[in-house]
């Protein structure tokens, strides 16, 4: 059994950088591809990013690419997205998921889910 916690959400100025940590508990973490999605209020829940169970493979979503990193590290449980560049669009709430099925970018294809950390981006 997985358990998910985000941290290291926040109010940033444009252009400014963020880094979001999630935290696994469970002994079965690196079974899992895990992933960032985000949901700004009135919009659906969206892919971000997403990291293969050994972190050898990396999916970005286009809005982000070149401006966010996902990283892992097994042996400490854990998971990071480095925001950099940010922009007031990318404002939202950020969850980390975990899946075990391939398709790494549909919100339904992952079934552990974080309570969701907040990303304000504002000057």
């Known amino acids: 059994q997985v358990q998910l916690v985000e941290s290291g959400g926040g109010l940033v100025q444009p252009g400014g950088s963020l880094r979001l940590s999630c935290a696994t508990s469970?002994?079965?973490?690196?079974?899992?591809?895990m992933g960032w999605f985000r949901q700004a209020p009135g919009k659906e829940r969206e892919f971000v990013a997403a990291i293969s169970w050994n972190g050898a493979m990396t999916y970005y979503s286009d809005s982000v690419k070149g401006r966010f990193t996902i990283s892992r590290e097994n042996v400490k449980n854990t998971m990071s997205l480095q925001m950099n560049s940010l922009k007031p669009e990318d404002t939202a709430v950020y969850y980390c998921?975990?899946?075990?099925?391939?398709?790494?970018?549909?919100?339904?294809?992952?079934?552990?889910w974080g309570q969701g950390t907040q990303v304000t981006v504002s000057s």
């Open positions: 469970g002994r079965a973490f690196a079974w899992y591809l």
């Open positions: 998921a975990a899946t075990q099925s391939n398709i790494y970018s549909r919100p339904n294809e992952y079934s552990k």
